[in-house]
């Protein structure tokens, strides 16, 4: 029998609202900040309740883009983003699946070695892979293009061992039945293992989509053409105009726009997320 313990139930909950609105309010001042006009700021306060100006606050920035920023509007940025993440994404997936499944199912002279190859990228910095990446990207005139934004971003170690570590728990007996069945590598592939792998895909979905959508660096380094400007990189132009104060309600209620896809991802993936684990229980 649990006993009732009513201060540890306070307790406990007065940690969880403080939690959320430790989260909360951030988000709270920057869609108060987007409704008020640049005014508001340059007098030097802050209100904590929402103004009249969020209508045109973010027609502004949604169809115009936002003056003096050199920036294009903010659908322009979410378009290019939502298309950089989605190929991201599903790049990443694709070849971490293929590549962990030809690495467990198929034998193939140094088929470890190749893993630990994979692996061992891991542990290469940034920094280390970035400028010849760009020289790769510069040389076969990617620049300024999509495939620039994505391709050198679609590998991923993490996500081939993850997927390899998954395919190691599948039952033999599995494996053997379908071939008893005669069922080729191909048919194993798509009937077994990737209803199997549901649940994994769902999260790294989820993981790599938001992972796509935050890119700064490499958009930063090889976009010049602001038609291929990404919206974090529009939200960090918009923040670092030279000649004047920032437009902080333009700056803020691109923010707030920028976080609505992720948050949309996570809600609905979530769900899949949850319908794959009840239905890999049964």
């Keep these: 029998m649990v006993e009732n313990r009513p201060f540890l139930t306070f307790l406990a909950h007065l940690v969880l609202i403080l939690g959320v609105a430790f989260v ?23 209100p904590l309740w929402p103004g009249s100006n969020m209508w045109e ?58 893993f630990w190859i994979i692996f061992v990228t891991l542990m290469l910095p940034v920094e280390v892979r970035i400028m010849p990446t760009f020289k790769v990207v ?13 391709i050198p971003l679609i590998a991923s170690a993490t996500a081939t061992f993850l997927f390899r570590q998954f395919f190691l728990t599948i039952p033999e007996e599995l ?28 999260a790294l979905f989820v993981i790599l989509f938001i992972y796509g959508w935050n890119q700064y660096l ?10 291929f400007y990404t919206v974090v990189m529009g939200i960090k132009r918009m923040s670092d105009v030279a ?23 996570v809600i609905f993936m979530q769900r899949l997320f949850v319908k794959g684990l009840v239905e890999q229980e049964k």
């Design 57 to 114: 606050t973010y027609r502004t920035i949604l169809t115009d883009g936002v003056p003096n920023s050199g920036t294009p509007p903010l659908t322009m940025m979410m378009t290019n983003s939502l298309i950089m993440a989605l190929i991201i994404t599903f790049g990443k997936i694709a070849i971490s699946v293929i590549s962990a499944f030809a690495i467990v199912y198929f034998r193939f002279p140094f088929r470890v070695l190749a």
């Design 24 to 46: 909360a309010l951030p988000v709270w001042i920057a869609f108060v900040a987007s409704t008020h006009d640049q005014a508001t700021f340059l007098g030097g306060s802050m």
């Design 243 to 265: 000649d004047s104060d920032p437009q902080w309600n333009f700056v803020m209620g691109s923010a707030m726009l920028a976080m609505l896809p992720p948050v949309l991802v």
């Design 175 to 202: 494996v053997e039945a379908a071939r008893i069945d005669g069922a080729g590598p191909m048919k194993f592939f798509r009937d077994m293992v990737l209803p199997l792998s549901q649940t994994n895909i769902a």
């Design 218 to 227: 490499w958009p930063m380094l090889i976009t010049t053409d602001e038609k």
């Design 138 to 150: 510069a040389d076969l005139g990617l620049l300024n293009s999509y495939a620039g934004l994505s």
